[in-house]
């Protein structure tokens, strides 16, 4: 602060904080030796802030008073080659250390100090020892505590800008320094804050709410005078008024007193400034899929896409302690297959980013996975399509079938639904697709499929299927493999979900993952094709162990709808569902959701049989990635499962759960241990009893 500023200040700070409770506080006069004017104590170390680049210089006079000026000399030898730095005037009366804020100093650098006073005359009173220290490497911006904060302030505007990760949070008038006492221009960072600073040089004027950022200058709130009690300038602010500092209104300096920490930048300019445009919002949503209870040498993911703002990951797991090799072929809708290999290290996840792939910059397409070893494969995408941003994702199928089933479809509101085909033989065929409604009305179509290629139809687009809710079952000549997407606005929640088709009817279903919470709309969707009508019993199983039955009857040749959120006894809980039916049927489960701001929707077909092994190939942490994997026990013993979590290059961290009997059990993946910012796949084993197991992510993903 070097002479003009609370010389003395936890001293100052003391008395001011007693006279603004309204405490009378004497002090004792402070006896002082002759010809004391010369420094000596003299102390050099990082500043509070650990900031890079600053130092604090600080020293000590008997009589103050004898001391008009004082300069800072600084060397980067301690035996010579000093060079004044700083020089002030010292317009002050009092005793206690006087100081000066060192910046622009190279990182990891020793710089050595001494200081000189001198007289009104401009006689030398005394110079001090030599100090040295080391300037400090910052702490203030390491990646990962936070947003990085920055300030801008304009001369011009008399305005002081706020920015996190270069977005504007928040802005408001100051006054800088007149013309005669300007506020110094360039690029400093925040050195030290403290509550009350009194400016001895001006008036002993109360300044709270100090940020210091150059000598003798800092941002504060208006001064405050304690002899009348108010604060002084308010209707100055927009203009220049100080000398040198910048004054706020007193709210606004509190505000950026707690808002900005020690180190941050600020930049002063003499020009207008011009906030950058906020950045457009992130997309963001959620999606689910199935475990996968056996690996398999191959795989086949229908859907795919490349093109405008769609971002398709291949995501493969190797769950043995040895290399497996891979190749992936990519379909794209006009025949050509683009191949490359994969080497999925021991115990690891591998990730495919397919927009990177030459040749697969801006397609359609569908994949296939042929690996040496049993593996697990599963897909993801990111998009905004129409306005309707999010993502999805859906584990593959080890093998094409001749037989396709598919619960869930919707073609009204702001809803597209997308029907995917894929091909993978050398052969032609035909794809027979009877679309099923509520009323048990059917309605049949064909469609061509090109070997080696992907098919996509728009279910939107037949006109007997507008605003309808609608189950599939497709039938071929040559065995293909099918998926269902579909793009949302569903009460502003705006996503997409896909799906794999079921090749197989069974008279039991279940699904692990389910919500009915305030923001969460839960769909069971059960699909009868059969030539007879039925009952199905649905039992939810709470996380709290509760079950709760109901029936249902089923039409044939007909899809059938159950809202969760609509049954009392399971509002607000969260929720897996066993379907058990005297007719064979297919069963999904979709949602939408709000959850920690993200809106969005998923969607899974159930599985047939619990198993005590389970596999998940996605799964991510970083950034604002939530990973839970769900767990469903429908037995009546208790089970204990151990979860393995299978990073890149081949680390796994193993934990232990018990999971009550007939009970949902949730693990939040973020909250694991070492599990914090990092993809992994997922292995779970439960040796004790078989479970049934789920994956959901809820995201928020900046824009490019």
Partial sequence: MNGGFSISRRLKRFVALCAFAGFAITLAPVALSANSGAPYGLEVKPTDSRAPGCLSISWKVEDRGKVAFFRVYRSNNAHGNFEVVYSSESNVSGSGPMDYIDTGLSDGQVYYYKVETLGSAGNSLGTSSVQGCRAPKGQAEKKGSGPFKSIVISIEDQRIYFLEDNVLVRSHLCSTGVDSHPTPTGVFKILYHEYLVISEKYGNAYCYWWMGFAPDTGMHALPYDPKTGTWV??????????H????????????????????????????????????????????????????????????GCTSGSFNEYVLLMNPHSETAHATVEFMRSDGVVVAQAANLPPLSRYTIHVDSIQGLEDTDVSTYVESDLSIIAERAMYFDFNGRDGGSASSGVPSPSRTW????????????????????????????VLFMCPDGKNLTRDYEIR???????????????????????????EPIVVERSMYFDYYGRKDGTSSCGVTEKSKTWYLAEGCTSELFDEYVLIQNPGDEPGRADVTFMCGDGRNITK???????????????????????????????????????????????????????????????????????????????????????A?????????????MKSMNFEVPARTRFTIHVDDMPGMSDTEFSTVIHS?????????????????N
């Fill in 451 to 477: 070997p080696h290629s992907r098919f996509t139809l728009h279910v939107d687009d037949i006109p007997e299927l507008s605003s309808a809710q609608v189950s599939a079952m497709v039938t071929s000549d």
């Fill in 233 to 242: 300038g308010a209707s100055s602010l927009g203009r220049k008024a100080s």
């Fill in 551 to 637: 029936q249902y009857n089923l039409l044939p040749h007909s899809r059938f709808s159950i809202h969760l959120d609509d049954i009392q006894e399971i509002a607000n809980a969260d929720v897996s569902t066993i379907v058990s039916s005297d007719v064979e049927v297919i069963a999904e489960r979709s949602m939408y959701f709000e959850t920690g701001g993200r809106k969005g929707g998923s969607d899974s077909p159930g599985v047939t049989d619990p198993a005590h092994y389970w596999y998940l190939a996605e799964g991510y942490t970083g950034g604002a990635f939530d990973s839970y994997i769900l767990i469903l026990n429908p037995e009546d013993n």
């Fill in 639 to 651: 089970a204990s499962v151990d979860v393995g979590f299978l990073l890149p290059g081949g680390n």
């Fill in 244 to 303: 040198g500092c910048v004054r706020q209104a007193v709210a606004d300096a509190e505000w950026a007193y707690k808002w900005a920490p020690d180190g941050t930048r600020l930049d002063v300019i003499p020009q207008h400034y011009e906030p950058p445009p906020p950045p457009p919002p992130p997309i963001t949503g959620g999606h689910a899929s199935r475990g996968i209870s056996e690996a398999s040498k191959t795989w086949y993911l229908a859907e």
């Fill in 405 to 432: 089933y598919l619960a869930e479809g919707y073609t009204g509101d702001s809803f597209d639904e997308f029907i995917l085909f894929q091909n993978p033989s050398d052969v032609s065929t035909v794809a027979h």
């Fill in 687 to 703: 040796a004790t009893v078989p479970v049934i197991c789920e994956r959901a992510m809820y995201f928020s993903i900046p824009r």
